[in-house]
């Protein structure tokens, strides 16, 4: 009951701001005009963590509190525009706010010289001291995911005009991106040097935060690339505000199951009867599956049990190593057909004239990966290696014994 008056209480406030259409008053001009189209986002159970992280020798950057409120405002917009777009409703990540508009970002200065937390290692210790943070805070913690932002190095190799040096990357649920001192959305999609530099850094920023929400890398079909533009979990960190760049049907999929993506009612539900979000151990059930090419397509129906939310297929070429599967083309069915007891089966057609930048579909070992998610947003993956130019078409590729791993 407790849990419940305190998501009615977030959530009252989240909503009287943007009922209001009130954009705050000490937003500048170009964020109130990229807020003014703003939709009116549903609830939140949780919100996202927000820290910005600085060393012991370091200083935030100037006007961090404003410039971020502005760039993760417009993100929870965007993440809720393309969710609505792929038929998932007006839900997004919920965002924690200070009464004056800005997002309540915890700053947390480390006990180590910056340097300390360097790009590649620095998430450790920096993850350690953020997590001691929220044990002595408990309240202050509002979800399971965590974004931590660190303003640039400033020194021989790195500066404003050239940021670095620190972590810039989802680790689990927790995500890193770094601050410098145009990084404002003022820049958006201008054609200059720092318009550049901002989508650079503001689609690596949205990116990584794709990550921390429990997202994999995955590209689109040739025709939604071409509709579309490019997925943001591809290289949309690279077009993000300068060429259009969406969210795949995919990765909708898995946010419509992210903690920090459900209502109050829907966090009751799901938490009353499958326990806290992200802690089912069991790999999920799976009946039975079968995949094979049938005419143009590669067709894989797969029975699972209740206890599953959704599935996502994925094909893929060599390497399969961490980073090395932006091509993987993704597909996700919506909804799972169900069965009167209670098991569930999903459906997916996968053209091959929509498989663009896969280079094995001639020959050669390809991945399949199938992707299921259970109701309190645990991912499981099962992956299959096979060769289509060894199986004739319209026999069954052999599967072998599901083996589920826990994680992308
Ligand atoms: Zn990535």
Redesign the pocket.
């Known amino acids: 009951m407790q849990k419940s008056t305190l998501y009615t209480m977030i959530a009252t406030a989240a909503f009287a701001l943007n009922a209001a259409g009130a954009v705050p008053e000490h937003f500048q001009p170009r964020a109130k005009e990229l807020l003014a189209d703003s939709i009116e986002l549903e609830e939140n159970a949780y919100d996202l963590n927000v820290v910005y992280f600085v060393g012991n020798d370091m200083e935030p950057t100037a006007d961090y509190e404003r410039r971020l409120s502005e760039l993760l405002l417009y993100l929870q917009q965007y993440y809720g525009k393309e969710m609505a777009r792929n038929g998932y409703g007006k839900h997004s990540f919920g965002l924690q706010l200070k009464e004056n508009g800005n997002v309540n970002i915890i700053l947390i200065r480390g006990k180590l010289a910056h340097k300390d937390y360097k790009y590649g290692t620095g998430h450790g210790p920096c993850l350690q001291e953020v997590n001691a943070w929220f044990d002595a805070h408990p309240g202050s913690r509002r979800s399971k995911h965590t974004f931590i932002i660190m303003p640039t190095w400033q020194d021989e190799g790195y500066n404003d005009k050239n940021p670095g040096g620190v972590p810039f ?2 680790y689990g649920r927790d995500c890193f991106a770094l601050d410098y001192t145009d990084f404002d959305i003022k820049h958006l999609g201008q054609p200059t040097k720092e318009g550049k530099l901002l989508t650079k850094w503001y689609g690596g920023f949205a ?2 935060l ?2 921390g929400m429990n997202l994999p ?1 995955n590209n689109g079909t040739i025709s939604m690339n071409k509709e579309l533009g490019t997925p943001l ?1 591809g290289s949309g ?1 690279y077009t993000f505000g300068l060429r259009p760049t969406y969210l795949t049907p995919a990765s909708c999929a898995i946010l419509s199951h992210t903690q920090i993506f459900v209502t109050p009612e829907k966090a009751e539900s799901v938490e009353a009867q499958y326990g806290p979000y992200y802690t089912q151990e069991k790999e999920p059930t799976i009946h039975s599956a079968s995949f094979k090419q049938e005419g143009d397509e590669l067709v894989l129906r797969i029975k699972v049990g209740r206890e599953v939310a959704g599935i996502n297929a994925y094909l893929q070429d060599p390497p399969y190593a961490v ?1 090395q599967d ?1 091509e993987a083309v993704a597909f996700t069915c919506k909804p799972l057909g169900k069965y009167k007891d209670g098991k569930q089966v999903a459906f997916f057609n996968m053209p091959l004239n929509e498989l663009g930048g896969l280079n094995h579909l001639k020959g050669g070992e390809m991945e399949l990966g199938i992707l299921i998610q259970t109701k309190e947003g645990t991912r499981f993956r099962w992956k299959i290696p096979f060769d289509l130019s060894k199986q004739p078409v319209g026999s069954e590729i052999p599967l072998g014994k599901p083996v589920l791993h826990k994680g992308y």
């Open positions: 990357y989802g990116h990584e794709g990550h890398h979990m960190n980073n932006y």
